[in-house]
């Protein structure tokens, strides 16, 4: 790029970080939607195993196939984010938003609704598979356009900063779900919960997307896109098989992050109740309560990594969760082994401290990696198609390892050895952008010293530009 003629400093997007966080807020419900609902699923899987495969007699085969419905959803989510990330590409981010969060109510609400196996026999676990899948298509496009909408929406100084704010969302929802599962075991015999007390929260799942349906319909486009469409109107449509030739290293370290983050995530917010409820032997209420505690202390851990991630860079945030991923998760599911509960709740803690690392830089640093003219349907179909790998399968793999090892470690070792192939990964192949403006866009500014610094500095403003395959 020429930057003397072709820079035009009336293109750099003033934002207002205040604004921002309202769209953090606004985008976070939906997220919030999401993990309540998956917070549900992981905390009444019992429950959900004996309503809809009480035909299968091994108890421990039903958590298998209780999971394996979990993890069949979401091989849809591909396919939903390269619906949505197409649509989300050309015709705004903002209708992508309005139309996956109302999905994910209604598949919600369905769950909730669904007859047992012993009142209409096979069709009750197909009916749950097929809401599961259509949460899972409707997620294809909801998490990735929630971190893109965000990354464009907010000052490039506090991209990370706001990014963790959608965590947030993640973490409230699953607390909710936690919460309320915990009351309905506690004011609930076994016999109402499992008749018709897991119902509740399913169906009450209605009301917040509502809500976040509401608060997206008032939301603005997002700057950098309109700023797409108005600086570059007629950009050819680019082919996927294009974007893998041309990107094909971005998308690998984008692919691995994902599988990293999605797999401690799904450890702990997944697979850790039924773990401790199975091979531990905790009762439903003490893991609800523990699990609910170190969740509300992963917040404010989201946050701080966040900030740090703008200061430091996100790729030394990452090697930190990496590093203590791979070091500490053994020594953590050891402690879970012990009949001290202070024991167990240190271990949880060292599993949840770790995770805070990739909640707090993966919404602000996963759009990043791509032009803006691609970054939607690209990340979307790399996320989903990465988690329906390495995340939504990881409770099962957990299950299938403990079953069939008899070793109550084994979860252990598949968590360290993600973290060691990541480290690689992000060690070889990545390279920060906290700070900088996003590939394919003019910088977001917060003040007028930010806006007159690129104005003066165009090289700096579209750092990105010397790369041939803009």
Same mark, same amino acid.
């Given at each position: 790029?020429d930057?003397?003629?072709?820079? =035009? ?6 934002? =207002? ?9 606004a ?12 917070g ?40 939903g ?9 050309k015709?705004?981010r903002k ?6 969060i ?6 919600t ?20 598979l ?13 998490y ?7 990354a ?22 699953? @607390?909710?779900?936690?919460?309320l ?5 506690f ?12 119902r ?11 809500f976040?349906?509401?608060?997206r ?12 469409i ?5 950009r050819?449509?680019v082919g ?5 030739? %041309?990107?094909?290293k971005?998308?690998i370290?984008?692919?691995? $992050? ?23 032997k ?7 309560i ?22 430091i860079g ?13 070091v ?5 599911f050891?402690?879970?082994q012990?009949?001290? @509960?202070?024991?167990? @709740? ?5 599993l949840?401290?770790?995770? $805070?690392?990739?909640?707090?830089t993966?919404?602000?640093s ?19 198609v ?52 996003l590939?394919?866009? %003019?910088?977001?500014?917060?003040n =007028? ?7 003066n500095n ?13």
């Amino acid at each position: 790029m020429d930057y003397e003629n072709d820079f =035009d400093k009336s293109n750099i997007n003033k934002v =207002d970080a205040k604004t921002a966080k309202k769209t953090v807020f606004a985008t976070g419900i939906g997220n919030a939607m999401e993990w309540f609902d998956f917070g549900l699923y992981s905390y009444l899987a019992v429950i959900i195993a004996q309503n809809f495969f009480s035909s299968v007699e091994n108890d421990q085969l039903k958590m298998v196939f209780t999971f394996a419905t979990f993890a069949i959803a979401f091989l849809l989510r591909p396919v939903g984010g390269i619906i949505f990330g197409i649509i989300g590409d050309k015709y705004g981010r903002k209708v992508v938003l309005t139309t996956t969060i109302i999905m994910m109510a209604f598949s919600t609400l369905l769950i909730g609704l669904l007859p047992t196996y012993d009142q209409i026999g096979v069709w009750a676990p197909i009916f749950l598979l097929l809401g599961r899948i259509l949460q899972g298509f409707s997620t294809g496009g909801e998490y990735a356009g929630a971190m893109v909408y965000i990354a464009e929406s907010s000052p490039d100084k506090k991209r990370n900063t706001l990014g963790s704010g959608l965590e947030i969302g993640t973490l409230s929802g699953y @607390i909710a779900a936690s919460i309320l599962s915990g009351l309905l075991f506690f004011f609930l015999s076994e016999d109402q919960m499992a008749s018709w007390g897991w119902r509740i929260p399913f169906i009450l799942g209605l009301f917040l997307g509502i809500f976040g349906f509401y608060l997206r319909r008032k939301l603005e486009e997002s700057p950098v896109f309109e700023n797409e469409i108005a600086t570059k109107p007629k950009r050819d449509n680019v082919g996927f098989l294009t974007i893998i030739r %041309y990107y094909y290293k971005d998308i690998i370290v984008c692919f691995v $992050a994902v599988a990293f983050f999605n797999c401690t995530n799904y450890m702990v917010t997944s697979y850790l109740p039924s773990y401790l409820q199975e091979i531990v032997k905790m009762d439903s209420a003490t893991v609800s309560i523990l699990i609910t505690i170190v969740m509300a202390v992963m917040i404010p851990l989201a946050l701080m990594f966040g900030r740090l991630a703008d200061r430091i860079g996100e790729k030394n945030v990452f090697l930190i969760g990496l590093v203590g991923t791979a070091v500490f998760s053994i020594l953590a599911f050891i402690l879970l082994q012990s009949t001290s @509960i202070v024991f167990v @709740i240190v271990g949880v803690f060292v599993l949840g401290f770790f995770l $805070a690392t990739y909640e707090g830089t993966m919404p602000g640093s996963l759009p990043t990696m791509f032009y803006t003219h691609i970054r939607y349907r690209t990340l979307a179909v790399t996320f989903n198609v990465s988690v329906s790998l390495f995340g939504g399968t990881t409770p099962l793999i957990a299950t299938s390892l403990v079953a069939k090892t008899g070793d109550p470690l084994a979860p252990a070792y598949y968590l360290t050895a993600m973290s060691i192939v990541g480290i690689i990964v992000i060690t070889l192949l990545h390279v920060s952008t906290s700070g900088k403006s996003l590939k394919g866009s %003019y910088p977001n500014v917060e003040n =007028d010293k930010e806006f007159d610094y690129y104005a003066n500095n165009p090289d700096k403003a579209l750092w990105w530009a010397k790369d041939k395959r803009v």
